[in-house]
C-alpha cells in the first residue's frame, strides 16, 4: 500500500472510530475508501438519522449522518445511506428510493455486519428479523429501532414516550401534550395549548413534567 494511501486510511480509521463500534470501523473505512463520496457528520436532525444526495454536474455524491447516534445506529445508519449510493450507482433514477434493488443493496452491507458475531445479540435478532422485510429505515422498523435506544447514552429528564403512564402529560419540540392512548405503533397525545390530538410515535423522546390540566381542575 503507498504512504499517500496508507496515512488515509489511518486518518480515516482514526475519525470513524469516534463513531462506530470498534469492531466495524474497517468495514465503514473500506466502504468509504472505495467510494467516490463526500461523507459529512453533522449536528442531530429531529426528521431523519442519515441522508444521501446524488452529485450534480460532476460533484461528488454525499453522505451525512448524525453525529449525535450511539454506535450501533450510526453504525446501521451508515450502512443504510452506502445503500443508496450503491443503488444509485447501478440505477441512477430509475428505481425507486426504498424499492427491491436498495433493499438488496442495504441487505449485502448488513449481512457481513451480522455474520461477523460482533453485534450484541439483541441487535443481531433484530437484523436477522429486519431483513426478512428490510424496512425504509431503522427508524420505520420498530423493533429495531426499540433495540437501538437503549443504548443511547442516558439524558437527564429524557423518557421514551412508551414508558410513561398514559395521562402524563410531557414536552416534545418545546410543546406540551397530554399522553393518550395507543394507536398501532403511536399514541394519540392531546396538545394541551390548543386541545388538538397529534400521533406521536411510541418511541419518542420526550421530557416528562408535572402541570395542572384543565383535565385536574
Not at 433514477?93 to 453485534?119: D, Y
Not at 420498530?142 to 429528564?157: A, M
Not at 397525545?189 to 381542575?217: D, G, M, W
Request: charged share 25%; with cysteine; hydrophobic share 35%.
Amino acid at each position: 500500500m503507498k504512504k499517500q494511501s496508507l496515512t488515509k486510511r489511518i486518518q480515516v480509521t482514526e475519525a470513524y472510530k469516534k463513531f462506530v463500534p470498534d469492531a466495524f470501523v474497517e468495514i465503514v473505512v473500506d466502504l468509504f475508501l472505495k467510494s467516490s463520496v463526500k461523507f459529512k457528520i453533522v449536528g442531530g436532525r429531529k426528521t431523519k438519522l442519515g441522508d444521501f444526495r446524488a452529485g450534480m454536474n460532476g460533484e461528488k455524491h454525499q453522505i451525512s449522518i448524525n453525529g449525535d447516534l450511539n454506535p450501533y445506529s450510526f453504525l446501521i445508519t451508515t450502512l443504510h445511506e452506502f445503500a443508496h449510493l450503491n443503488t444509485f450507482n447501478a440505477h441512477q433514477n430509475r428505481v425507486l428510493p426504498h424499492g427491491e434493488e436498495w433493499k438488496n443493496a442495504f441487505r449485502e452491507l448488513l449481512l457481513p455486519v451480522i455474520q461477523s458475531g460482533n453485534l450484541p445479540k439483541d441487535i443481531e435478532t433484530a437484523l436477522v428479523n429486519s431483513l426478512v422485510n428490510t424496512k425504509a429505515s431503522s427508524c420505520s422498523d420498530h423493533q429495531l429501532s426499540r433495540v437501538l435506544h437503549t443504548y443511547d447514552k442516558p439524558k437527564e429528564g429524557i423518557e421514551i414516550l412508551e414508558h410513561l403512564p398514559n395521562n402524563s402529560t410531557f414536552v416534545l419540540n418545546g410543546r406540551h401534550f397530554i399522553k393518550g392512548p395507543l394507536r398501532r405503533k403511536r399514541y394519540v397525545c392531546q396538545e394541551i395549548k390548543t386541545n388538538r390530538s397529534f400521533l406521536v410515535n411510541a418511541l419518542a423522546k420526550v421530557y416528562p413534567i408535572e402541570i395542572k390540566t384543565q383535565h385536574e381542575e
